[in-house]
T-cell receptor, first 113, second 108 residues
Framework: KAGVTQTPRYLIKTRGQQVTLSCSPI?????VSWYQQTPGQGLQFLFE???????NKGNFPGRFSGRQFSNSRSEMNVSTLELGDSALYLC????????????FGQGTRLTVV | GIQVEQSPPDLILQEGANSTLRCNFS?????LQWFHQNPWGQLINLFY???GTKQNGRLSATTVATERYSLLYISSSQTTDSGVYFC??????????FGGGTRLMVKP
C-alpha cells in the first residue's frame, strides 16, 4: 500500500509569488491535514479536510488556503509569498475523522528568496 | 488550545545506554502519537498510544491519560536512533498539536 505522497519535494520561489503544494493520501483515507515546520515555531497545524470539507484551521493568515478533491487528494496554496513562509510543509492522512492514527508524507521544502 | 511539553529538549547518550523521553499535555486527548523525524524531514510513526503501554522491539511507550503524560523508552540505544523525537496529541479531530521535540544524539 502506497504511503502519503507529497509533490514537489523541493521548491524555490520569489517573494510575492504564489505556490501550490499537493498531497495524495493513503488509499482509502479521507482526512488530510497540513502542517508547517520552521526552526523558530516548530510544527504547527495549518488546516484539515475530511470528505472535501475544511473542518479545522490553524492560526495562519488568509494567504494560506487549501482544498480537497473528491478523490481525497489535497492541495494547499500560499499567495503573496513572504520570506517567513520558508519552511517544511508536511501533509498527513488519516482514515477516520478522529481517534485514528495519522501518517505523514515526506514533505515539501519551500524556500522563498 | 492544548499545550504539549517534551523533556528533555536535548539528550546525548553513549551507544548501548537506555533513555526515557517525557511528554506532558494540558488537557484530555483522543489521540497521542510518538514520531521520529528522519534527517530528510519525514515523520516516522513510532506509536499510536492514547492510553496504555505498547512495545516495538527496543522501543516502548506508556501513556497515563488520567495524569496527562506519556513516556517513550529507548533501550540499548544505537547510533541510528539519533534524531528528533516528537510527541503529538489531538482532541479535536485530526488536528495534531506537537511538542517541541527531544533531540537525541547517540555516540558510538
Amino acid at each position: 500500500k502506497a504511503g502519503v505522497t507529497q509533490t514537489p519535494r523541493y521548491l524555490i520561489k520569489t517573494r510575492g509569488q504564489q505556490v501550490t503544494l499537493s498531497c495524495s493520501p493513503i488509499s482509502g483515507h479521507r482526512s488530510v491535514s497540513w502542517y508547517q515546520q520552521t526552526p523558530g515555531q516548530g510544527l504547527q497545524f495549518l488546516f484539515e479536510y475530511f470528505s472535501e470539507t475544511q473542518r479545522n484551521k490553524g492560526n495562519f493568515p488568509g494567504r494560506f488556503s487549501g482544498r480537497q478533491f473528491s478523490n481525497s487528494r489535497s492541495e494547499m496554496n500560499v499567495s503573496t509569498l513572504e520570506l517567513g513562509d520558508s519552511a517544511l510543509y508536511l501533509c498527513a492522512s488519516s482514515s477516520l475523522p478522529m481517534n485514528t492514527e495519522a501518517f505523514f508524507g515526506q514533505g515539501t521544502r519551500l524556500t522563498v528568496v | 488550545g492544548i499545550q504539549v511539553e517534551q523533556s528533555p529538549p536535548d539528550l546525548i547518550l553513549q551507544e548501548g545506554a537506555n533513555s526515557t523521553l517525557r511528554c506532558n499535555f494540558s488537557d484530555s486527548v483522543n489521540n497521542l502519537q510518538w514520531f521520529h523525524q528522519n534527517p530528510w524531514g519525514q515523520l516516522i510513526n513510532l506509536f499510536y498510544i492514547p492510553s496504555g503501554t505498547k512495545q516495538n522491539g527496543r522501543l516502548s511507550a506508556t501513556t497515563v491519560a488520567t495524569e496527562r503524560y506519556s513516556l517513550l523508552y529507548i533501550s540499548s540505544s544505537q547510533t541510528t536512533d539519533s534524531g528528533v523525537y516528537f510527541c503529538a496529541v489531538d482532541n479535536a479531530g485530526n488536528m495534531l498539536t506537537f511538542g517541541g521535540g527531544t533531540r537525541l544524539m547517540v555516540k558510538p
